[in-house]
């Protein structure tokens, strides 16, 4: 066995750090930012919710479609490489564009939103694939694996709660200066710099050490028979999205629940700012961790967590203490979660080669957006739909809303979520068998065929 590459684990990793930045804003805060800073009416702040909502829905095809087209790319510099790029510099114009003031309302500012929304869905689809389908590419190895997605993932975290914990006070100062719009733009502007650099760090950095054997070309009828025939990669997929979706519904309604149920905007920032730790230390911890625990064992432990986390969440009083208590039980389980079905994922990959007989690695990982994506445009329209129905969009002040509309509130935040995480938990513990081991047999099982020809 080679020695792991060590480069590969920390310029692979970096490059998540803006690029989270970047979806943490649109998939968390574009929302508010319409409501709240645009003040957009309810039917307009509707209208474009549903057709964020349907955009996602395109995504289903469009994603699956990018994940042949980077499967069947051969060039000179490399398989993933050119579509991180190109896909980066598209998602970075059309970001500043989604937080830019169309200066209109009603249906023109609909179809301004509908339109650079899926253009920037389609962008972040050219670079998130290649992105994530680059991970099996590294390494076969399973513990090099968590190493290399433990690391990916803090850094992640890192800026997934640089934009939570610094979206209040940033938007605050540099509205001092060029008033709220503005500076809501100006913060866009400085969030997809941050990301264009992290990807020249990977795509300078990151070398492919070249694992397979030259593959066949996938054709567009067998894009979906890659992902159907793969029961191990469907039932991941489906308790990956319902975790997810609960996950981004709770996040999304933060800044919101701080304004109205809370009633301290400013404490929405070392809330973020301590969850955010909270995830870091759970992936420094994991493969550690994982030594001693199996998958589905860390995976239970996690669930419980997290459902625990939410029941404290409920019915606590409103006193910072006992809410922060909630948020780490939140956040330090979904992080080991989300780590796990990445490792759950990239799995998958060994195994679809070995049943099928072809290795479809970006394939198999453009089911990981999609995920991420309807979770976020579910969140968006769960939402949408709740501010307009209790009466948050309307309100001008938190005096304005009413116990019956925080109450709404809550149950869209913390008990639905909780309904479809448990959901998805028992998904994943009826249908899924691919464990450590079973991986590990079919790995070996690839190099007595002559269809893996490094670690």
Same mark, same amino acid.
């Given at each position: 066995?080679?020695?792991?590459?060590? &480069?590969?684990?920390?310029?692979?990793?970096?490059?998540?750090?803006?690029?989270?930045?970047?979806?943490?804003? /649109?998939?968390?805060?574009?929302? !508010?930012?319409?409501?709240?800073? @645009?003040?957009?009416?309810?039917?307009?702040?509707?209208?474009?919710?549903?057709?964020?909502?349907?955009?996602?829905?395109? #995504?289903?095809?469009? #994603?699956?479609?990018?994940?042949?087209?980077?499967?069947?790319?051969?060039?000179?510099?490399?398989?993933? *490489?050119?579509?991180?790029?190109?896909?980066?510099?598209?998602?970075?114009?059309?970001?500043?564009?989604?937080?830019?003031?169309?200066?209109?309302?009603?249906?023109?500012?609909?179809?301004?939103?509908?339109?650079?929304?899926?253009?920037?869905?389609?962008?972040?689809?050219?670079? +998130?694939?290649?992105?994530?389908?680059?991970? =099996?590419?590294?390494?076969?190895?399973?513990?090099?694996?968590?190493?290399?997605?433990?690391?990916?993932?803090?850094?992640?975290?890192?800026?997934?709660?640089?934009?939570?914990?610094?979206?209040?006070?940033?938007?605050?100062?540099?509205?001092?200066?060029?008033? =709220?719009?503005?500076?809501?733009?100006?913060?866009?502007?400085?969030?997809?710099?941050?990301?264009?650099?992290?990807?020249?760090?990977?795509?300078?950095?990151?070398?492919? =050490?070249?694992?397979?054997?030259?593959?066949?070309?996938?054709?567009?009828?067998?894009?979906?028979?890659?992902? @159907?025939?793969?029961?191990?990669?469907?039932?991941?997929?489906?308790?990956?999205?319902?975790?997810?979706?609960?996950?981004?519904?709770?996040?999304?309604?933060?800044?919101?629940? !701080? *304004?109205?149920?809370?009633? #301290?905007?400013?404490?929405?920032?070392?809330?973020?700012?301590? @969850?955010?730790?909270?995830?870091?230390?759970?992936?420094?911890? !994991?493969?550690?961790?994982?030594?001693?625990?199996?998958?589905?064992?860390?995976?239970?432990?996690?669930?419980?967590?997290?459902?625990?986390?939410?029941?404290?969440? !409920?019915?606590?009083?409103?006193?910072?203490?006992?809410?922060?208590?909630?948020?780490?039980?939140?956040?330090?389980?979904?992080?080991?979660?989300?780590?796990?079905?990445?490792?759950?994922?990239?799995?998958?990959?060994?195994?679809?080669?070995? *049943?099928?007989? &072809?290795?479809?690695?970006?394939?198999?990982?453009?089911?990981?957006?999609?995920?991420? *994506?309807?979770?976020?445009?579910?969140?968006?329209?769960? /939402?949408?739909?709740?501010?307009?129905?209790?009466?948050?969009?309307?309100?001008?002040?938190?005096? +304005?809303?009413?116990?019956?509309?925080?109450?709404?509130?809550?149950?869209?935040?913390?008990?639905?979520?909780?309904?479809?995480?448990?959901?998805?938990?028992?998904?994943?513990?009826?249908?899924? &068998?691919? +464990?450590?081991?079973?991986?590990?047999?079919?790995?070996?099982?690839?190099?007595?065929?002559?269809?893996?020809?490094? +670690?």
């Amino acid at each position: 066995m080679t020695q792991p590459d060590v &480069r590969n684990r920390w310029t692979f990793g970096l490059g998540t750090l803006g690029r989270d930045m970047v979806y943490t804003l /649109v998939s968390l805060y574009l929302t !508010f930012f319409l409501s709240d800073v @645009l003040d957009l009416d309810d039917e307009t702040l509707l209208g474009i919710s549903w057709i964020v909502l349907a955009a996602r829905l395109v #995504d289903v095809v469009t #994603d699956l479609l990018m994940g042949a087209v980077v499967d069947n790319t051969r060039s000179r510099w490399g398989q993933f *490489k050119p579509w991180i790029a190109g896909g980066a510099v598209a998602s970075a114009v059309m970001t500043v564009l989604l937080f830019t003031d169309p200066g209109s309302s009603g249906w023109g500012a609909v179809a301004w939103f509908g339109v650079v929304y899926l253009l920037w869905s389609l962008a972040w689809t050219a670079n +998130d694939i290649p992105y994530w389908s680059l991970l =099996p590419a590294l390494t076969v190895v399973a513990r090099e694996r968590e190493r290399i997605g433990a690391i990916a993932k803090v850094v992640a975290t890192v800026g997934v709660f640089c934009v939570v914990g610094g979206i209040v006070p940033l938007t605050g100062a540099l509205a001092a200066v060029t008033g =709220p719009v503005s500076a809501w733009w100006w913060l866009a502007v400085g969030i997809v710099v941050v990301m264009l650099a992290g990807q020249c760090v990977t795509l300078v950095g990151v070398r492919e =050490p070249g694992l397979v054997t030259p593959q066949p070309r996938t054709t567009l009828r067998e894009v979906g028979a890659v992902v @159907l025939r793969n029961d191990q990669l469907l039932a991941v997929v489906v308790a990956s999205a319902l975790f997810m979706v609960g996950c981004i519904i709770t996040t999304s309604f933060g800044l919101y629940f !701080f *304004k109205y149920a809370y009633r #301290d905007e400013a404490m929405y920032t070392p809330f973020g700012i301590t @969850l955010g730790v909270a995830q870091v230390l759970g992936y420094l911890l !994991f493969p550690l961790v994982s030594r001693r625990l199996s998958r589905r064992a860390g995976y239970s432990v996690a669930v419980g967590c997290v459902l625990v986390g939410y029941l404290v969440m !409920f019915v606590a009083p409103m006193q910072l203490p006992v809410i922060v208590v909630a948020g780490l039980l939140l956040y330090g389980g979904q992080a080991w979660v989300t780590l796990i079905m990445l490792m759950l994922i990239t799995d998958t990959v060994e195994y679809g080669q070995w *049943k099928l007989g &072809r290795r479809n690695q970006a394939v198999t990982f453009a089911l990981q957006p999609i995920i991420n *994506k309807i979770g976020g445009a579910v969140a968006n329209q769960v /939402v949408a739909v709740t501010v307009v129905v209790s009466g948050i969009n309307a309100a001008r002040t938190p005096d +304005d809303v009413t116990a019956e509309g925080l109450l709404i509130m809550k149950v869209a935040m913390m008990v639905v979520p909780a309904v479809l995480i448990a959901l998805g938990y028992l998904v994943y513990l009826r249908f899924h &068998r691919l +464990d450590e081991a079973r991986h590990a047999q079919i790995v070996a099982e690839l190099r007595e065929r002559g269809e893996l020809v490094g +670690d």
